[in-house]
């Protein structure tokens, strides 16, 4: 099984560009699997952020594409998102996530508060 | 896009009771759906997919059900440790996109 573990910082101001990694380990990144990005906001529900395959392939979610970079760094066995312009409601728990259909691996998320 | 509407929002039930969620579909989505729980302060973990396969480990009370439109998720007997959040997730695979249900709080009377 696949171990994730999220890093970045837990303090964003407003405006400013949220940028969070994703340590993998106990397996490819180069296998065929999709690594994610996945939030949740406190108190309410999961939203699904995009994803990247190790070719660098990526598909993001239509409600945040214009402020979402993923990218992918093989030889670190890492990803990351970028969220840019960010405001009070992009507060949230960040998971990152492994899968191909379904998704089978979670990190233990990060908290990440936008405030000044 | 795909909208994924789950009901009910929260349901309080007493031990040994059957639970029954549920969460249709904007559109027919063959059998691409699956089932989390997340207890508070952890990440998700998933029970089964697709819709009705149970995953390694889950406990037998757990199963899913349906096709296409409307999918159900059902604890046979409610025990104490089954307290948590369930999701649906609807996996599209062109172009690919996740889109989860908005939860269900299932919690002891």
């Known amino acids: 099984q696949v171990q994730l573990q999220e890093s970045g910082p837990g303090l964003v101001k407003p405006s400013g560009t949220l940028s969070l990694t994703c340590a993998v380990s106990?397996?490819?990144?180069?296998?065929?699997?999709?690594w994610s990005w996945v939030r949740q906001p406190p108190g309410k529900g999961l939203e699904w952020i995009g994803e990247?395959?190790?070719?660098?392939?990526?598909n993001y979610n239509p409600s945040l594409k214009s402020r979402v970079t993923i990218s992918v760094d093989k030889s670190k066995k890492q990803f990351s998102l970028r969220l840019s312009s960010v405001t009070a409601a992009d507060t949230a728990v960040y998971y990152c996530?492994?899968?191909?259909?379904?998704?089978?691996?979670w990190g233990q998320g990060t908290l990440v508060t936008v405030s000044s | 896009d795909i909208q994924m509407t789950q009901s009910p929002s929260s349901l309080s039930a007493s031990v040994g009771d059957r639970v029954t969620i549920t969460c249709r579909a904007s559109?027919?989505?063959?059998?691409?759906l699956g089932w989390y729980q997340q207890k508070p302060g952890k990440a998700p973990k998933r029970l089964i997919y697709?819709?009705?396969i149970l995953q390694s480990g889950a406990p037998s009370r757990f199963s899913g059900g349906g096709s296409g439109t409307e999918f159900t998720l059902t604890i046979s007997s409610l025990q104490p440790e089954d307290v948590a959040t369930y999701y649906c997730l609807h996996h599209k695979s062109y172009p690919r996109m996740y889109t989860f249900g908005q939860g269900t709080k299932v919690e002891i009377k």
């Open positions: 559109q027919a989505i063959r059998n691409d």
């Open positions: 106990g397996g490819s990144i180069s296998s065929s699997s999709w």
């Open positions: 990247i395959y190790h070719s660098g392939s990526t």
């Open positions: 996530a492994r899968g191909y259909a379904e998704i089978d691996d």
């Open positions: 697709p819709a009705s």
